[in-house]
């Protein structure tokens, strides 16, 4: 795409907010915002511009952490709505595009260097179009596939961390009524989460709720309660995620992200976590063409927005859809 490109990464606590000119995000460029001392996040912008002063914008693109329909979204944790028209006219772009956070994070798949990944699982070689699937664990639990057609690259919103958590055995079947009972629905994110980390510290015997950071650093340290903690978490995570791969075949890879799996990068890589992703009885073998990493880079939602910019501007029917004027 042509001209300056507007990428905003849009979080409950925090907003990061950075210019990109070919699809590439300049580093010098990304600030960080503490949301609670903004009304939305057109006000963000506005400080953004009015302190760099870049010129005019040629297109943007915002990553939220919450559900987007129809060119809007609302964040999860923090009471702010925002439309197209809402960035069109914050940054007077012509192309503007709102997605999920974890899109934007599948649409930064191939614009990841080898050192932002830290590898968990070996799979088989994939082709170049081999679908991929993104996994966030962070505050909330949520999916973006990532398919690659003659159109060009599809990453559809989900919103998978409110399914029902699987069940493999009987300590699954018990923190399933564990998790219904006190939060009447024993869903995905209930477990694989920052608080699912408390939730499962309360279903092994010890403080139900109790932070995750509090959790992880005992775990460190070798506290005995601690590690078998987020030893379970780390194999429902595999055990759900292997679910997630016979569902929508990413020989192109299994990306984890958010801070949560990057925290957990030292639990999620042994063999045990590498067997309980690949337990699916006769297609036990067929899951060893399933890689699985960790994304650990803060700028991926943002290099995913520009890389989903760009996309744009080389369709021209496509970015019509997106136009401010459509």
Request: net charge neutral.
């Amino acid at each position: 795409m042509t001209g300056l490109a507007l990428v905003a990464d849009v979080g409950g606590t925090n907003t990061r907010v950075g210019l990109a000119r070919d699809g590439t995000v300049a580093p010098d460029t990304v600030a960080r915002f503490a949301n609670a001392n903004f009304a939305d996040l057109p006000a963000v912008i506005a400080a953004y511009l009015a302190d760099r002063r870049p010129g005019p914008i040629g297109s943007a693109a915002a990553a939220v952490a919450g559900p987007v329909r129809d060119g809007a979204a609302r964040l999860t944790n923090r009471d702010w709505a925002i439309t197209r028209d809402d960035l069109a006219r914050a940054t007077g772009a012509e192309t503007v595009s709102i997605l999920n956070d974890l899109q934007a994070q599948g649409h930064a798949t191939d614009h990841l260097p080898a050192d932002r990944l830290i590898p968990l699982i070996a799979g088989a070689p994939a082709g170049p179009n081999a679908a991929k699937l993104v996994i966030g664990v962070g505050t909330g639990f949520n999916i973006a596939p990532v398919f690659d057609t003659r159109a060009g690259r599809f990453v559809p919103p989900a919103e998978a961390g409110h399914v029902c958590l699987p069940v493999r055995n009987d300590e699954d079947r018990r923190l399933s009524a564990y998790l219904a009972e006190r939060h009447g629905f024993p869903s995905v994110e209930e477990a694989l989460s920052g608080r699912g980390l408390g939730h499962l510290h309360g279903f092994l015997g010890g403080i139900a709720g109790r932070p995750a950071a509090e959790i992880l650093a005992d775990a460190a340290a070798g506290a005995a309660l601690a590690v078998r903690t987020v030893r379970l978490f780390a194999r429902l995570l595999a055990q759900h995620a292997g679910d997630l791969a016979l569902t929508l075949l990413p020989f192109g890879g299994v990306y984890l992200t958010g801070g949560v799996a990057r925290a957990l990068a030292r639990w999620l890589a042994g063999p045990d976590v590498a067997a309980a992703f690949r337990d699916k009885g006769r297609f036990s073998d067929f899951m060893a063409a399933f890689g699985m990493a960790i994304i650990n880079d803060d700028f991926a939602a943002l290099t995913g927005c520009a890389a989903h910019l760009e996309i744009l501007g080389r369709r021209p029917a496509m970015a019509a859809r997106f136009s401010r004027k459509s």
